[in-house]
């Protein structure tokens, strides 16, 4: 491998492969995790609270194997999240039908979901059963809510998870250049997922959760991960929803996908137009975005 490369962010390029095939050649004996945590000392890579960037890692490990430029050791166990999946005991729910209006289930209970919290059962449990996507492994930095009316009854769930490498409605809005979309990534954060479960049916929920919790995002991510986030972007299918609830809570409809995954290559497979929904978390966003002090028109859109 004679050029750089972008992977999982890091700029990787002939001494950053040679700086992993002297640790595989003289550590014969380590495993995976090992290796990437080593990896990950030796170039200070962590996150803003300061926690190495233990799956990053390993997932760049994968990416330069499948490209022929290391081999691996053997895996020693199954890979936890595979195994926490397969053992998730999929929860029976609660679905008496919630109905009438919002002012009736007010005040919400927004709950960020810690690891390992009971709370973690059921909402994966919830999206498995009752999300048309399903349930998939997140990888990298992200944040779960489970949301319950004032009587304790669940009403919805969301996920945030690592944005859309590029995406051309998103980034044209930003004006961003492909460095600075590189170093900037990490700022903006992409609601995977969104559920109502089908027994909740209240006019005008969807939207003042979004609201509710695009109020307080920045901060948990700031909690959790040590930075801040700038902008959130989803992608809604087209073929299934018109996308009301996040025009309600003033997000914006910036263009639609052309008909790739979120990260997929020119040539794969086409999946259904999205459109491209972003809200901006302060009016400030493309400077911060950019790392550029003189862009006008900060709040535009």
């Known amino acids: 491998m ?17 700086l992993v095939q002297r640790l595989l050649a003289e550590h014969p004996v380590w495993n995976r995790t090992r290796l990437s945590q080593e990896l990950c000392d030796l170039w200070d890579w962590r996150n803003g609270a300061g926690c190495i960037k233990d799956m990053a890692a ?64 059921i909402f994966k449990s919830l ?36 944005a859309a490498w590029q995406t051309q409605p998103r980034d044209a809005f930003i004006g961003w250049s492909v460095s600075a979309r ?8 992409n609601n995977t997922r969104f559920l109502i479960p089908g027994w909740v049916r209240v006019p ?13 995002i920045d901060t948990d991510w700031q909690v959790k991960y040590g930075h801040r986030i700038h902008l959130l972007e989803t992608f809604v299918d087209r073929d299934r929803f018109l996308g009301t609830c996040y025009r309600a809570a003033n997000w914006i409809c910036v263009g639609q996908t052309q008909g790739r995954t979120r990260n997929g290559p020119r040539g794969a497979p086409p999946v259904p137009i999205k459109d491209v929904y972003v809200y901006p978390l302060s009016k400030y966003f493309r400077r911060e975005l950019c790392g550029c002090k003189s862009l006008r028109d900060e709040g535009g859109g």
């Not at 349930?135 to 009587?151: F, S």
């Not at 590189?182 to 954060?189: A, D, Q």
């Open 182 to 189: 590189r170093s900037g990534l990490s700022y903006i954060t």
């Open 58 to 121: 390993r997932t760049l490990l994968l990416k330069l194997e499948q490209r022929g430029l290391i081999v691996l050791p053997p895996r020693q166990r199954t890979p936890s999240n595979a195994a926490r999946n397969r053992s998730l005991c999929l929860r029976e729910h609660d679905q008496t039908p919630i109905a009438g209006s919002l002012r009736t289930l007010l005040p919400l209970s927004i709950n960020m979901i810690e690891k390992d919290a009971a709370d973690l059962v």
């Open 204 to 216: 005008h929920l969807a939207s003042h959760i979004l609201a509710r919790v695009s109020r307080r």
């Open 127 to 162: 999206m498995a059963q009752h999300h048309y996507l399903g349930l998939r492994n997140t990888v990298g930095e992200n944040l779960k809510y489970l949301i319950r009316d004032r009587h304790g009854r669940l009403v919805g769930a969301l996920l945030f998870g690592s």
């Open 2 to 18: 004679n050029a750089t490369t972008i992977i999982q962010g890091r700029s990787i390029g002939p001494a950053e492969i040679d």
